[in-house]
């Protein structure tokens, strides 16, 4: 969401500007349904890096302690950027992929829906 400065003579640069990060890019990672995390999580990571590296080896540092993790079946898991549908290249980079800076990258475990059921969403039951 673009922000207007009140007065039309303010400019600054971004603080966050992708120049800001030493080579890597902000991409924000949110589990859908699982409530223990409330709000994706931003992590500086290099652009290069193999999509199939950052679901291996940063996912479970991230995520790994929730129950639901060991169960996940990372061949049936939906994803999304930015919400739009998408469909990761795990041998491509995260920048062959089309993730850019402050990418907003989700994704929803199909059969997991958090602790207790609580990330569930379903239709409201009559009383």
């Known amino acids: 969401m673009p922000v207007v400065a009140l007065h039309p ?12 990060f030493h080579g890597n890019r902000l991409l924000y990672v949110g589990w859908q349904q699982h409530l223990l995390f409330c ?5 500086p990571l290099p652009p290069s890096m193999p999509f199939g590296a950052f679901v291996s080896d940063v996912l479970p540092g991230l995520y790994g302690s929730h129950p639901d993790f060991a169960g ?56």
């Open 9 to 20: 003579e303010y400019s600054a640069p971004a603080a966050d500007a992708e120049d800001k």
């Open 39 to 43: 709000s994706p999580i931003c992590l």
């Open 72 to 127: 996940v079946d990372w061949s049936r898991v939906e994803w999304t950027e930015s919400g739009r549908p998408f469909k990761p290249d795990a041998d491509k980079s995260l920048a062959d992929n089309g993730l850019v800076h402050k990418s907003l990258l989700q994704f929803r475990t199909p059969g997991l829906t958090g602790i207790g059921g609580s990330g569930f969403c379903g239709p409201p039951t009559a009383h």
